[in-house]
């Protein structure tokens, strides 16, 4: 019974030694966790205390549990403090909230130094974040806001290589403009890009071409044209403020007044063909309708003609006709043989002569 007692209490010193010794390494292990952790993210948290940012430990624990590049945000809440920017909303939380939503945090922060430094644009965090997800680059925006862009209109490359508008006075004229722009950071968001303020300078410069009285006005004011499109406020609703309309080149094209004029004229004459050819065709079916009817004619005179010798026999028969009447009826049908043949040889000797003095005056 003694031996029994004796082996349960070395028993219970066995489990007790191996309970104290998984403690131990338990508390190791932890130890060697904390102090990965905490060599990992002291130099973040040394730079953030000396700096001011205000970024503690367990934010940098929390953002890597949140799957968060920490020296990324340590590193941005430390630019945005260097620079002094005083914005409430600009929080390591939000950060990490705009990291997490696929933003560019360095990008958002260089945009924000950058607007700060300029000292004439005022940018807020909302609003760079707001851009940054928008997909729009908001350091490129703001460089832009800082140093006007000069678009060409119409664009390098583009099929045609000028903006062709025709005056009052029917002449072409090809203008090459250039477009000065600021980007406005208010309107960036939901704003129209370069591509409409070309469409709109372009329809612009040819509406003022084509109110212009004439070619000549534009080539000795070109200025006319910026002046019209500027007062026109075609930047409205774009992500761009246009600063100013220079025109780069300008140079005299073809006369499409003269051009469509000679069209016309073209048209009206092929019209005016068709219309006389019409009346040609209703003059042939008429003239060989008249023909029909002289033919007709004709035969009734041969028809006459075929009865007199039978009135002539009836009228001897009858006694109304003597023989000196049937003989002085034939002198008068001689007579008039004669006349008609002298006549007809006088004309023929006359166009004879009429010939051989044409061809005399030919020759010579």
């Known amino acids: 019974m003694a031996a029994l007692n004796s082996l349960m209490l070395l028993a219970q010193g066995k489990d007790a030694n191996v309970l104290w010794l998984a403690v131990i390494v338990v508390m190791v292990i932890g130890m060697m966790v904390f102090a990965m952790v905490f060599f990992s993210y002291f130099g973040l948290w040394i730079q953030s205390l000396l700096t001011g940012a205000k970024v503690t430990l367990g934010d940098l624990l929390g953002m890597t549990f949140r799957n968060v590049n ?20 600009l929080t390591s939380k939000a950060l990490e909230a705009h990291y997490l939503a696929g933003g560019n945090v360095p990008q958002v922060i260089r945009a924000l130094i950058a607007a700060k430094k300029a000292k004439t644009i005022s940018l807020t965090f909302r609003e760079a974040t707001a851009i940054d997800l928008a997909g729009r680059d908001v350091l490129e925006s703001v460089q832009t806001s800082v140093y006007p862009k000069v678009i060409d209109c119409p664009p390098r490359g583009s099929v045609k290589p000028s903006l062709d508008a025709v005056a009052k006075d029917g002449i072409q004229l090809k203008v090459k403009a250039r477009v000065t722009v600021r980007a406005n950071l208010q309107q960036l968001i939901g ?15 040819v509406s003022a071409i084509g109110s212009a009285d004439g070619h000549k006005n534009v080539l000795e004011n070109p200025d006319l044209i ?21 025109i780069a080149d300008i140079d005299v094209g073809v006369n499409v007044g003269a051009r469509l004029q000679a069209d016309q004229a073209e048209a009206d004459t092929r019209v005016a063909r ?11 079916a008429e003239e060989q309708e008249k023909l029909a009817e002289i033919e007709n004619s004709q035969a009734m005179l041969v028809a006459a003609q075929a009865e007199v010798p039978l009135a002539m026999a ?26 008609k043949a002298i006549s007809r040889s006088t004309r023929d000797a006359s166009e004879l002569a009429i010939q051989k003095q044409q061809r005399a ?3 010579s």
């Open 70 to 89: 920490a020296r990324t945000i340590v590193r941005g809440k430390i630019m945005s403090t260097q620079a002094g920017i005083e914005d409430p909303e």
């Open 191 to 205: 704003g129209a890009t370069e591509e409409t303020i070309i469409a709109r300078v372009g329809e612009g410069i």
């Open 226 to 246: 910026s002046k019209w499109v500027l007062s026109k406020r075609l930047d409205s609703q774009t992500a761009f403020e246009i600063v100013s309309i220079d």
């Open 274 to 284: 068709a219309r006389a050819e019409g009346r040609r065709a209703m003059a042939v």
């Open 314 to 339: 009836e009228a001897f028969r009858s006694g109304k006709l003597g023989i000196l009447d049937y003989y002085k009826l034939q002198n008068i049908n001689a007579d008039t043989d004669m006349r």
């Open 361 to 363: 005056q030919a020759q």
